[in-house]
């Protein structure tokens, strides 16, 4: 079953509707056990419409479907660098000679976290030798890489950026955020007592690319772009490891991670704008879009704006409006990986 498919939504509004017929048929009925049926009948209803909502908000953030985030790691099997099966039928096929997106599970040796990973290759990763810039693309919450497939359309934007010259072709990498992506929400950071995600997207991953995929192992040549939640990731990332990532792009990101880390770090450390304001800057190139309407949003970038100096530098892009939505992003998208492109060593021959 397709958790986020057309024909669950419609078999959920059908049931909506079939429970209020069946209360105005039966609401005068049933003599003594009237109030019974009655309240059946309204917790139905009740039940009916949760469930309509509940497909609706997942279609829109892809936040659960029936893949898990983490995997098991099968012990000997095949190389990770062999070609896997497309994500799922409703997304573009693999062309036999364009881009193509991969799907492995990253073993964290560090971390001990096991999660799913999509790579996106372009096309000249299967014609040419060099070894490939990097973008690492993260996810909101709730939410998963799907989101980045399907909902904003990526591999089409990153095939025509690339296809056009505005961008190098480049690999970009879909990780998972978090083993519970409808249920906790890490920001990318290493949870006390729970997931040490931080160190599984800045430490595991990387790893795990370049001893697998043919990538530029320099600093230059790796860089980070998110939404929403993801956008926050970016650029704290980009913060706190200057020595992993040159660039990072913010879309309609926040300043603070907005949950209890669980040392307290989340007002002082993780904190953006605290962190420009009390620690030394780090040579890095930010990249911050918002949409004017969305005003928390808007507030947070320019503080962010506004506390940046030297040698750090920033990027704005802003939409009159928009909010906080797929369209917007789509928007940014195209402009966002350019950015970074021109950010980014080039290609290594």
Same mark, same amino acid.
């Given at each position: 079953?397709?958790?986020?498919?057309?024909?669950?939504?419609?078999?959920?509004?059908?049931?909506?509707?079939?429970?209020?017929?069946?209360?105005? =048929?039966?609401?005068?009925?049933?003599?003594?056990?009237?109030?019974?049926?009655?309240?059946?009948?309204?917790?139905?209803?009740?039940?009916?419409?949760?469930?309509?909502?509940?497909?609706?908000?997942?279609?829109?953030?892809?936040?659960?479907?029936?893949?898990?985030?983490?995997?098991?790691?099968?012990?000997?099997?095949?190389?990770?660098?062999?070609?896997?099966?497309?994500?799922?039928?409703?997304?573009?096929?693999?062309?036999?000679?364009?881009?193509?997106?991969?799907? =492995?599970?990253?073993?964290?040796?560090?971390?001990?976290?096991?999660?799913?990973?999509?790579? !996106? @290759?372009?096309?000249?990763?299967?014609?040419? /030798?060099?070894?490939?810039?990097?973008?690492?693309?993260?996810?909101?919450?709730?939410?998963?890489?799907?989101?980045?497939? /399907? /909902?904003?359309?990526?591999?089409?934007?990153?095939?025509?950026?690339?296809?056009?010259?505005? #961008?190098?072709?480049? =690999?970009?990498?879909?990780?998972?955020?978090?083993?519970?992506?409808?249920?906790? *929400?890490?920001?990318?950071?290493?949870?006390?007592?729970?997931?040490?995600?931080?160190?599984?997207?800045?430490?595991?991953?990387?790893? !795990?690319?370049?001893?697998?995929?043919?990538?530029?192992?320099?600093?230059?040549?790796?860089?980070?772009?998110? !939404? +929403?939640?993801?956008?926050?990731?970016?650029?704290?990332?980009?913060?706190?490891?200057?020595?992993? !990532?040159?660039?990072?792009?913010?879309?309609?990101?926040?300043?603070?991670?907005?949950?209890?880390? %669980? *040392?307290?770090?989340?007002?002082?450390?993780?904190? #953006?704008?605290?962190? @420009?304001?009390?620690?030394?800057?780090?040579?890095?190139?930010?990249?911050? %879009?918002?949409?004017? *309407?969305?005003?928390?949003?808007?507030?947070?970038?320019?503080?962010?704006?506004?506390?940046?100096?030297?040698?750090?530098? =920033?990027?704005?892009?802003?939409?009159?409006?928009?909010?906080?939505?797929?369209?917007?992003?789509?928007?940014?998208?195209?402009?966002?990986?350019?950015?970074? +492109?021109?950010?980014?060593?080039?290609?290594?021959?």
């Amino acid at each position: 079953m397709n958790l986020t498919g057309t024909p669950l939504l419609i078999g959920t509004l059908v049931a909506v509707l079939l429970t209020a017929v069946l209360i105005a =048929v039966s609401w005068e009925r049933g003599g003594r056990l009237r109030p019974v049926l009655r309240g059946v009948g309204v917790l139905a209803a009740l039940l009916s419409v949760t469930a309509a909502a509940l497909v609706q908000v997942n279609r829109m953030t892809e936040a659960f479907t029936l893949e898990a985030a983490s995997q098991p790691t099968a012990a000997g099997g095949s190389s990770p660098d062999a070609p896997e099966p497309e994500i799922d039928a409703d997304l573009p096929p693999k062309a036999a000679t364009g881009s193509q997106i991969r799907k =492995v599970t990253v073993p964290g040796k560090v971390s001990r976290l096991n999660l799913v990973m999509y790579v !996106y @290759l372009p096309a000249a990763y299967r014609t040419g /030798k060099e070894r490939f810039p990097v973008v690492q693309a993260q996810h909101g919450f709730p939410g998963t890489p799907r989101t980045w497939l /399907k /909902k904003l359309e990526v591999k089409s934007i990153l095939d025509a950026e690339i296809a056009a010259g505005r #961008m190098a072709p480049t =690999v970009v990498l879909f990780p998972f955020q978090t083993p519970s992506p409808t249920t906790l *929400d890490t920001e990318c950071t290493n949870l006390v007592g729970g997931p040490q995600t931080e160190t599984f997207l800045t430490v595991d991953v990387p790893a !795990y690319v370049k001893a697998t995929f043919r990538v530029r192992t320099d600093r230059a040549g790796w860089g980070l772009i998110g !939404y +929403s939640a993801g956008a926050y990731c970016a650029t704290s990332l980009a913060l706190r490891h200057p020595t992993r !990532y040159a660039a990072a792009a913010s879309l309609s990101g926040l300043a603070e991670p907005g949950i209890t880390v %669980g *040392d307290g770090l989340e007002k002082t450390e993780h904190n #953006m704008v605290w962190r @420009l304001q009390h620690l030394p800057p780090p040579p890095v190139a930010l990249w911050v %879009g918002w949409a004017n *309407d969305e005003t928390r949003i808007r507030r947070d970038s320019e503080r962010i704006v506004r506390a940046a100096r030297p040698p750090l530098t =920033v990027t704005t892009a802003v939409l009159e409006r928009g909010g906080h939505s797929h369209a917007v992003w789509r928007q940014m998208l195209g402009p966002a990986f350019d950015w970074l +492109s021109s950010h980014l060593a080039r290609p290594l021959p």
